[in-house]
């Protein structure tokens, strides 16, 4: 498919984009700053210019395109990853502004230049618990998309906010329109440098469920959402199927969830942080469980 992925150069970005060269899409990305990636045009554009995320779906993909002299192709899909990705780096204010308006500038410009697929970063934020004031416990566990999504803060705001956006936009065109709630994301070389401390220190893990996404299982995720047809609006949690931690599911239960109901029987390091649904309708089976990336975790508990 022909694919513009906006937010590309950033941590999620710079492994969802390969992931998706190589599995034959041509992508572009369209960001404020360069990715290294072959086969891979950045156009320098804001999202939060609607003259330029226009402009952009519009464009040529590369100078092999203009080269073959057919006029510019339509888009099949877009990706929107680009974002303010937590609270604290800018002001409340703008990091809401950025995400919502630049939210509906993409959406708004694909489905209405007739792409009938649109996949976007929503947030694991959006259940309220991450960036709570003090400890706030889940309704259910495992969580899952059915869960009610009140969050306290701007970012997990602008997040609920983009998903009415979504909606609506799917309503009025019937384009497939899915949000990835996504979990922490990990870059491979994060299973040294992060994991070793996540195992010694598991409790520093509780805003986010314990849970964790491997960016490139992320990027599966993404191509699952490409390659499924019909779905018409849909959010699904993103995440590997065990928690970043080395405690037991009901190790962890015993020691955070005291009263906090739990649905179904869970196996021994199953995430709290559910993913049936990305597994039963999207195919998605992950590749990298961080244990596979660790010599012996059970000797650092
Ligand atoms: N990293 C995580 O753990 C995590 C978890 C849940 C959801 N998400 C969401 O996933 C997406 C990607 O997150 P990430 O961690 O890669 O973030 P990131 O900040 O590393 O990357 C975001 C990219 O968006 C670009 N960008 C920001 N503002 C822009 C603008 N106005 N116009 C064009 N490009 C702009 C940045 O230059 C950057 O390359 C975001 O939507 C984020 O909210 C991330």
């Known amino acids: 498919m022909r694919i513009l992925f906006t937010g590309g150069s950033g941590k999620a970005g710079r492994h969802v984009v390969p992931y998706l060269v190589s599995k034959g899409h041509r992508v572009t990305n369209l960001d404020l700053v360069d990715l290294d990636c072959p086969g891979v045009t950045t156009l320098k554009a804001d999202i939060t210019d609607s003259g330029q995320v226009w402009n952009a779906l519009t464009m040529y993909a590369g100078f092999d395109e203009m080269q073959a002299g057919q006029g510019v192709q339509g888009y099949d899909a877009v990706v929107h990853f680009a974002a303010v990705p937590r609270i604290l780096i800018h002001p409340d204010n703008e990091t809401f502004r950025v995400n919502t308006i630049g939210t509906y500038n993409v959406i708004e410009a694909a489905v209405k230049l007739g792409i009938r697929k649109v996949i976007f970063a929503s947030s694991e934020t959006t259940y309220g618990v991450c960036f709570a004031s003090g400890t706030r416990q889940p309704e259910y566990l495992p969580i899952d998309e059915d869960h009610p999504t009140l969050p306290e803060d701007s970012y997990a705001m602008s997040k609920v906010c983009n998903e009415g956006t979504a909606r609506s936009f799917q309503a009025r065109t019937g384009a497939d329109i899915y949000g990835l709630r996504i979990n922490n994301v ?101 590749e990298h469980p961080w244990r596979r990336y660790l010599d012996d975790p059970r000797g650092k508990k």
């Open 186 to 286: 990990m870059e491979p070389q994060d299973y040294a440098e992060k994991f070793p401390d996540f195992i010694e220190n598991p409790d520093q893990r509780l805003r986010n469920f314990f849970a964790y996404i491997d960016a490139r299982d992320l990027g599966q995720i993404v191509d699952r959402c490409l390659a499924t047809d019909g779905l018409g609006y849909q959010v699904f949690n993103a995440s590997n199927d065990d928690h970043s931690v080395n405690l037991t599911t009901p190790e962890i239960l015993a020691r955070h969830y005291e009263g906090v109901p739990v649905r179904g029987d869970l196996g021994e390091h199953e995430t709290l942080y559910s993913n049936r649904k990305a597994r039963e309708m999207l195919g998605f089976a992950q």
